[in-house]
């Protein structure tokens, strides 16, 4: 079976560098698990910006560390335009700078559930290209993270935006 690759949106981009409210977090790789995770990990972000007068100044990020079948790394982001005087970071969040970046980008149309779908249609589209031939080929286009672009309080499943980046080599 192959998978269709031929509306696949992708591009290579370079990310400015970013000043984020973050927090790391671990889960199994249970997508349930994973799922409950980052909404944990958000709520800190989101209490800790609360807290100290910190706006978001971009869209929310998940950037994966670290994925094994027994488990996965991550570090939820939130951007930040600026911080307060005296703000610290917490035992749970802090303030860091993510540096200017390239890497290739791509769109995943619709819920969160099925991700894993795209992230299947990007293997086959650099498996094409010699990006990768191994499952552990995967390693170099890390760090990969998600960016959130739609509010999934407002926004129905169905129309959801999730921009996929793999850092390049």
Request: aromatic content about 8%; proline content about 8%; glycine content about 6%.
């Amino acid at each position: 079976m192959t998978t269709d690759v031929t509306n696949l949106e992708s591009m290579e981009v370079t990310l400015p560098t970013t000043l984020v409210a973050e927090c790391g977090a671990t889960s199994t790789a249970d997508s349930s698990a994973i799922s409950a995770a980052v909404g944990t990990a958000f709520q800190k972000i989101e209490a800790f910006q609360q807290a100290n007068g910190i706006t978001a100044a971009g869209p929310s990020r998940v950037i994966y560390t670290e994925w094994s079948p027994t488990g996965v790394h991550f570090t939820a982001a939130i951007p930040i335009a600026a911080v307060p005087p005296n703000v610290t970071n917490s035992a749970d969040v802090s303030i860091a700078t993510i540096p200017e970046t390239q890497a290739l980008r791509f769109l995943h149309r619709g819920p969160y559930r099925d991700i894993r779908t795209t992230y299947g249609r990007i293997e086959a589209w650099l498996r094409a290209r010699g990006g990768i031939k191994t499952p552990s080929d995967w390693a170099r286009y890390s760090p990969m993270w998600e960016e959130y672009m739609s509010d999934p309080a407002t926004t129905p499943e169905s129309e959801r935006l999730t921009r996929i980046y793999l850092t390049l080599p």
